[in-house]
């Protein structure tokens, strides 16, 4: 055990990181990256070490801010240093890494320790490979769901809920702009909890920020919901599932979106929050995470079947996701497209999509008859009752109510990339799109995007506009334009692909 005096560091890190001076770690045996217990005046909790010899002198520990708030330490605290041992769920991840299934309480072992920050990084990254590369069976997913669950907070609103998800993977999806206001207004509860982009340029957290503030309590969001009927809110701030978000840290930055984790992230989240009816959107197309149908029908099984053994009646819509939905990509410019939408005047698209997923939610609830709840869905949206119910969403969430899709404010550096030849428009890359869209700053810098002109089967000519990228810094905007000029985003029949030998 060493003693320390505190050194606070006034910057956020986003995880359990103390600093060593080299010589208080080299006397002590201390590498970079060790795990420790730090002790002090308000309890005890584990840490990751990183180590210098210019921020600190010897006998200081540096604090930073995630750690400095949680536990009120003060400039100057005394902090005691101990070496902490490997968790047991380390061998756990190991076996996972080998291809082997685990048990129940070895999942648990493993989520319990991700909540209570007693594993690294580089150790919840080698979980989600292990994962990634071997898969997970069916009760391994559902030990996985429900050790999230237990692990966090729940909501019970006392009575039937209804969601809606996405398994994410196509650009500009922002379906659940219009989903919750219109299942919200045909008298239904519907509490969504989002998350922020994985792997997209705007999560529905991200696009809903935008024109609302997203982080509430579980308090908050219950007080909200039930008074104006929907919420479209972060889930990290509500405690409920809360590995799910300190997982998604690691993902992000490994474009990594393992199926079991995603499957029980989402399912976790509907757990916590009540929900007793869900929806999940599949799309299928080239550059989606599912490229054909037939493995949508496999994962749509997955959903249904693990809905079954944790009391959740699940409903899979398998839609078209070969290009983007809507014309719009980035957190501020889906935000004004949705509003549009709202307003009756969004592409058919957007419109198509989102009344067919709400319409199978308002069949399950008992609001419209089979098959026809895409059509009462409509009529929620063309009456003008969605835009409202949407409007007093915003209210209750802290935004201004009655802002228009024009006046949502988006990057003012643009460039526009256009048509080389005439002809018609056959491919619509997702994968391209998403590249151009995350290199102009999205999701992070709300203004960043793209916006398709034109989308596949449509005719255009030469030197028509096919997508303006937009950003809200210069060196941003040239980052994206060169992006676009390696990965060919839309193909126009009768273009020239390449050149052999290439000059």
């Known amino acids: 055990m060493i003693e320390l005096k505190a050194k606070l560091i006034n910057i956020p890190?986003?995880?359990?990181?103390?600093?060593?001076?080299?010589?208080?770690?080299?006397?002590?045996g201390v590498l970079s990256h060790d795990r420790v217990k730090?002790?002090?005046?308000?309890?005890?909790?584990?840490?990751?070490?990183?180590?210098?010899?210019?921020?600190?002198e010897p006998g200081e520990i540096g604090i930073f801010?995630?750690?400095?708030d949680e536990f009120e330490i003060k400039e100057g605290n005394p902090i005691s240093v101990t070496s902490a041992k490997i968790p047991e769920s380390v061998k756990h991840i190991r076996k996972k890494m080998k291809g082997k299934p685990l048990m129940k309480d070895e999942i648990y072992d493993i989520?319990?320790?991700?909540?209570?920050?007693?594993?690294?990084?580089?150790?919840?990254?080698?979980?989600?490979?292990?994962?990634?590369f071997y898969g997970m069976s069916i009760d391994e997913v559902e030990y996985l769901t429900q050790a999230m669950v237990d692990t966090g907070t729940a909501i019970d609103f006392e009575c039937r809920c209804y969601d809606k998800h996405s398994i994410g993977g196509v650009p500009g999806n922002k379906v659940s702009l219009l989903i919750v206001p219109i299942i919200a207004a045909a008298g239904l509860l519907i509490p969504k909890a989002s998350s922020r982009a994985i792997t997209s340029p705007s999560?529905?957290?991200?696009?809903?920020?935008?024109?609302?503030?997203?982080?509430f309590t579980a308090s908050e969001l219950k007080e909200m919901a039930l008074k104006v009927g929907g919420v479209i809110v972060w889930g990290g701030k509500l405690g409920i599932a809360p590995a799910d978000d300190l997982m998604i840290r690691v993902e992000h930055p490994l474009s990594l979106d393992p199926l079991g984790q995603m499957i029980a992230s989402i399912m976790a989240k509907k757990?916590?929050?009540?929900?007793?009816?869900?929806?999940?959107?599949?799309?299928?197309?080239?550059?989606?995470?599912?490229?054909?149908?037939?493995d949508a029908r496999k994962l749509a099984q997955i959903f249904v079947d693990l809905g079954g053994r944790v009391n959740v009646q699940v409903q899979c819509g398998i839609t078209y996701g070969g290009q983007p939905v809507g014309h719009t990509v980035g957190p501020a410019l889906e935000a004004r497209e949705a509003l549009l939408a709202l307003n009756g005047k969004g592409p058919a698209s957007l419109i198509e999509k989102s009344t067919a997923l709400a319409g199978m939610l308002l069949e399950m609830g008992g609001m419209a008859p089979r098959d026809q709840g895409k059509e009462a869905a409509k009529e929620l949206l063309f009456s003008g009752k969605a835009l409202k119910k949407m409007r007093e969403i915003i209210e209750a969430q802290g935004g201004n109510p009655n802002i228009k899709p024009e006046e949502i404010p988006i990057g003012r550096h643009h460039i526009n990339i256009r048509a080389p030849c005439d002809g018609f428009v056959t491919n619509v890359d997702n994968t391209a799109i998403t590249a151009i869209a995350n290199a102009a700053g999205a999701p992070m810098e709300k203004g960043a995007g793209v916006a398709l002109r034109w989308k596949r089967g449509y005719k255009v000519k030469k030197n028509d506009v096919l997508?303006?990228?937009?950003?809200?810094r210069e060196s941003k905007l040239t980052e994206a334009y060169e992006v676009a000029l390696k990965t060919r985003p839309v193909t126009i029949e009768g273009m020239l692909l390449h050149t052999v030998p290439e000059y």
Do not use: Q, W
């Open 467 to 472: 997508l303006e990228i937009y950003a809200e």
């Open 38 to 56: 730090i002790s002090f005046k308000k309890g005890t909790t584990t840490a990751f070490v990183d180590i210098t010899d210019t921020l600190l």
């Open 65 to 68: 801010k995630e750690l400095r």
């Open 13 to 28: 890190v986003g995880k359990r990181l103390v600093l060593l001076h080299k010589e208080d770690a080299r006397k002590n």
């Open 203 to 215: 999560g529905t957290a991200d696009t809903m920020e935008v024109l609302a503030d997203v982080e």
């Open 271 to 294: 757990l916590a929050v009540g929900a007793d009816c869900v929806v999940i959107d599949i799309p299928v197309g080239a550059g989606a995470k599912v490229e054909t149908e037939e």
């Open 111 to 132: 989520i319990c320790d991700v909540v209570e920050h007693n594993l690294s990084e580089l150790e919840i990254a080698a979980f989600l490979m292990a994962e990634d």
